[in-house]
């Protein structure tokens, strides 16, 4: 998977990951990884053209 920058709203950092799950949540599509700094999830908006490529 290609390493993608997420932002975390609890910590205010911002923090690259390779590992996330790509998920649909009314008709449009996201990052999802764990935060490294807690036991909370950061999502991240993605296009539907870098949804489709990722989910390949």
Do not use: I, N
């Amino acid at each position: 998977m290609e390493e993608l920058s997420f932002y975390d709203v609890k910590t205010k950092s911002k923090f690259k990951s390779k590992e996330y799950s790509v998920k649909e949540k009314s008709g449009r599509f996201f990052a999802v990884t764990k935060s490294p700094k807690g036991t909370h999830e950061c999502w991240r908006v993605l296009s539907k053209d870098q949804a489709a490529k990722m989910k390949k």
